[in-house]
């Protein structure tokens, strides 16, 4: 493969992570070969975006046979960084820490989760899901010694700001933020990725007010 | 407000989303005035988008005056239908489903969660953070005589398909999905909101990895 010095959209690699997952399950179906029609059918896009995507990375597939399903998951594993080693901790152990810990595929994405850390000493000490919680001090000394290249914000949406700007002076890269608060990156050196489930259902509710106002005009 | 006929684009619906955001916390914090270059400095866009966002739904503000922080909350909550009475139920009450109905700000979306649904005998009849778990049966018995207008799936990804199917039979028209699988729209009145933990994680390990890659290069 050849590493391209064009810029690749936000879009598009969004979209290699969609792919991505369908190559994995095709994978574990037994399916050995696949083409760009048969992955934007099952994605809802079009071969030719499939294609498109594809091509800003340079050539996968032969024309007219398609592509080899477990060769295209291992380019776009590599692509994306899955597998290259890159680790996290969590921060904040309250719901939505809890169902990341029992829940989120870190393996399968190939993030090694190193450590948990919340603040309340009634957390403190114990297990949630394999992983025991530490405290503040213990996060303190984790990153002056070891920096881990993500850290997944998971505290109050009053402490998102704050944690952040701790993280972010102590070297941290990397935010995944759970917070439900916009955090913008605190320097330039600092990349977020801001998850929020309100923008999501927001969305749904406009298709959703829409329709149902089209459908009363009908009637 | 005009309502226009043109057709807007689902990255504008989901700015308006991050705007509403923003707003709900100026205002609480007792800012009344705002404008296009502070919401978009905050948000990371530009004035000119904030502007051209705005526009696709009439004119919000007075030219070199502002935006009225709470008057613009409410027009954005009307074009998104936060606050037209829609309703939900969530369907799989594991840790997602406990993580929403701990976290989720419903109400603050203008969505009334009405029941929540488990197949699991050891979780029907419990109440999770207030609300009542119920079984299959009273799903059925739901569906059949009181459509909510979303239904919230947090089933495992080996039911998410046929869940899905069922939910679309029974015609619930807007599906938002925690499975982490991919759903197509069943059928073409059902529309499917994807949350994907994955594909955030891995737009942010493709950006750390190919930093690292950079800076590997430049040592």
Known sequence: MRTSPITISDNTIRRLSKYLRKLQELESEGVQKTSSFELGTLLGHTASQVRQDFSCFGEFGQQ???????????????????????????????????ALLANFPFEECGVRLLAAYDADPKLVGSSVHGMKVQNRAALDKRLKHEL?????LCVSQ???????????ERGIQAIWNYTNREILPPDSHVMVENVHFTDSLHTLCYYVTKEKKQSKKQN
């Open 64 to 98: 007219g046979y398609g592509y080899n399903v477990t060769l295209l998951r291992k380019s776009i594993e590599e692509i994306l960084g899955v597998n290259s080693g890159l680790t996290a901790i969590l921060i904040g152990v309250g719901n939505i820490g809890k």
């Open 148 to 152: 881990p290249d993500i850290a997944i």
């Open 158 to 168: 009053n402490e998102a700001v704050s944690a952040a700007k701790y993280l972010a």
